[in-house]
């Protein structure tokens, strides 16, 4: 067991936040594999200011997930603390607040919001400060190893932080520049928990369980956050907090065991967003449940092209068997 200020978490696996994918209905399938703590997609402190219906949708969480963060991004500490009260009000039982502080979407930059916060520490150190204060909850954040190759600031930036007061830092090892491509810098973060005063939950190419011992290892993290590498792989959360807890390694998923986790995880989208928009989510996510399978490229194209009910999705299930 580990904690975030008070809150104890029972698991080193903490499921990724990944906007368009992080639902309520995918944050609850993958707990039940071993998450330890589950963060919803960023959320925008304004878009909650402002009422936006949908932006306050993402503040619903249940009790079987818990220990949950809300994430937010916002540009100005004032405004995050606004959205903070609101975080709580609509949704008390709220275990943590994480700060994405590693978007390089530049509609999120263009803000002040995201990863543009990680180019000034001491900018950085006020915002986070005003945060820290102010939230009633625990505070965590999101960083990158740094604004580009040129600028790889994460060591002043976490101390920064840590002094500002998070309770935990989640950290992609890759540069805001790098986006999603490139290898994550795990050599980089050599030995980083051992310098740190709070947790170090590690983010960046987590798809295996041996490569995943690898970083933590050369990282010494408390934790490890699944992110695209449990999309269509929840095994990949099981292997992981069964290795914590017992130190066996489990077998990968049977494409028959996947092909259950899909149908599970669509009954609970389904419920979540209606039978047609869960569909459209689907054609991206249903895929992955293929993936490193052989000859199944034909079923995975159906289910990106043609997805549009329940039925059709149980149709070209029975039809790959042919
Ligand atoms: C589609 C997608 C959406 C993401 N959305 C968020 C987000 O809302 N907040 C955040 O902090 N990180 C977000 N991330 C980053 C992931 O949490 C994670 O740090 C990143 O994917 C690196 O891990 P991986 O290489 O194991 O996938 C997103 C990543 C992807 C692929």
Known sequence: MW????????????????????SLAYRNFMK????????????????????????????KTTNEERPVAIQLFGGDADNICKAIDIVLKENPSVDIIDINLGCPVPKVTKTGAGSALLKDPKKLYEYMKKICD???????????????????????????????GVKAIGLHARTAKQGYSGK???????DLQDKMTVPLIISGDIYTLDETLQFLDISKATAVMVARGGVGNPRLIEQLNHYFQTGEKLPDASLEENISYLMKFTDMLIEEKGEYKAMMLLRGIAPKFFDGFPNTKRIKNALAQTLTTRASLTRILSESDK
């Open 184 to 190: 994550a810098n795990y050599e980089i973060i050599r």
């Open 3 to 22: 904690k975030i200020g008070n809150v104890e978490i029972k698991s080193r696996v903490v499921l990724a936040p990944m906007a368009g994918i992080t």
């Open 32 to 59: 039940q594999f071993g998450v330890g703590l589950t963060v919803t997609e960023m959320v925008s402190d304004c878009g909650l200011i402002y009422g936006n219906e949908k932006t306050i949708e993402y503040l």
């Open 134 to 164: 102010y939230s009633p909850i625990p505070v965590t954040a999101k960083i990158r190893l740094g604004w580009d190759d040129k600028t790889i600031n994460f060591m002043e930036n976490i101390e920064v932080l840590e002094k500002a």
